[in-house]
C-alpha cells in the first residue's frame, strides 16, 4: 500500500536499542531482539509499518542531508534546533502514517511504550540509533499523539532570543576594535 519500489529486508540485531531503518541503497529494517521477544504481532506489524513509511518518505537521505548542513554550520543554535525539529515532525509524520496504514494506532503506542521500558541497557550500543539522530525523550509527546492526547508544549528557552542581540552586539564590538 505504501507504493515502494521494493520492500527493504527485516534482520534483527542483538544490541540494538530500537528499531530503525538503515541504508541509502539498499535499506534494510532492524528491529532489536530483546523488544521483538516481547512483543505482540499488532506491535510488530505496526513498528514495521512505521519503519516502511520512513522508506517512503526517503527519510534516510533527508537524515543526511540534514546531517551535512549540521556538520557545515554546527556552530550555528538555530540550525541544530530547527534540525531536532524537522527530525521530531519526521517521526510523527511516520507514525500518523503507520497509524493510517494498520488502522491501529494504539499498537504503535503500545510499541513505543514498551521500547520506553526497555529502557537503555548499559551492554547495548546505540551507534546506528545515535547516528540517524532518534531521541528516546520524545517517545512521550508520540505517544500522546498518537491516542488523541495533545501533547504539552514545550518551554521555550531564552537562549535563541538571546543569540541574535549577542552576535549582533560582537558583531559591533569586532567592527569598532577593527577602526
Same mark, same amino acid.
Given at each position: 500500500?505504501?507504493?515502494?519500489?521494493?520492500?527493504?529486508?527485516?534482520?534483527?540485531?542483538?544490541?540494538?536499542a530500537?528499531?530503525?531503518?538503515?541504508?541509502? +541503497?539498499d535499506?534494510?529494517?532492524?528491529?532489536?531482539?530483546?523488544?521483538?521477544?516481547?512483543?505482540?504481532?499488532?506491535?510488530? *506489524?505496526?513498528?514495521?509499518?512505521?519503519?516502511?513509511?520512513?522508506?517512503?518518505? %526517503?527519510?534516510?537521505?533527508?537524515?543526511?542531508?540534514?546531517?551535512?548542513?549540521?556538520?557545515?554550520?554546527?556552530?550555528?543554535?538555530?540550525?541544530?534546533?530547527?534540525?531536532?525539529?524537522?527530525?521530531?515532525?519526521?517521526?510523527? +509524520?511516520? *507514525?500518523?502514517?503507520?497509524?493510517?496504514?494498520?488502522?491501529?494506532?494504539?499498537?504503535? +503506542?503500545?510499541?513505543?511504550?514498551?521500547?520506553?521500558?526497555?529502557?537503555?541497557?548499559?551492554?547495548?550500543? %546505540?551507534?546506528?540509533?545515535?547516528?540517524?539522530?532518534? *531521541?528516546? *525523550?520524545?517517545?512521550?509527546? %508520540?505517544?500522546?499523539?498518537?491516542?488523541?492526547?495533545?501533547?504539552?508544549a514545550?518551554?521555550?528557552?531564552p537562549?535563541?532570543?538571546?543569540?541574535?542581540?549577542?552576535?549582533?552586539?560582537?558583531?559591533?564590538?569586532?567592527?569598532?576594535?577593527?577602526?
Open positions: 500500500r505504501l507504493r515502494l519500489r521494493s520492500v527493504p529486508p527485516i534482520r534483527v540485531h542483538e544490541t540494538l530500537e528499531p530503525c531503518l538503515c541504508g541509502l +541503497a535499506p534494510a529494517v532492524l528491529l532489536p531482539s530483546r523488544w521483538l521477544a516481547s512483543a505482540g504481532p499488532a506491535e510488530v *506489524d505496526a513498528v514495521l509499518a512505521h519503519e516502511l513509511a520512513h522508506a517512503r518518505r %526517503r527519510d534516510p537521505l533527508w537524515n543526511l542531508l540534514q546531517r551535512a548542513v549540521e556538520a557545515l554550520l554546527f556552530f550555528h543554535p538555530p540550525v541544530r534546533w530547527l534540525s531536532q525539529s524537522l527530525r521530531s515532525q519526521g517521526e510523527l +509524520a511516520a *507514525d500518523r502514517l503507520a497509524a493510517r496504514l494498520t488502522g491501529d494506532p494504539l499498537s504503535l +503506542a503500545r510499541a513505543l511504550e514498551a521500547l520506553a521500558r526497555l529502557g537503555i541497557d548499559p551492554a547495548l550500543s %546505540r551507534p546506528v540509533v545515535a547516528a540517524s539522530g532518534h *531521541d528516546p *525523550d520524545s517517545l512521550l509527546p %508520540r505517544i500522546q499523539e498518537l491516542i488523541g492526547m495533545k501533547p504539552p514545550r518551554p521555550m528557552r537562549w535563541p532570543l538571546l543569540a541574535l542581540p549577542l552576535a549582533a552586539a560582537l558583531a559591533v564590538l569586532a567592527a569598532s576594535a577593527q577602526e
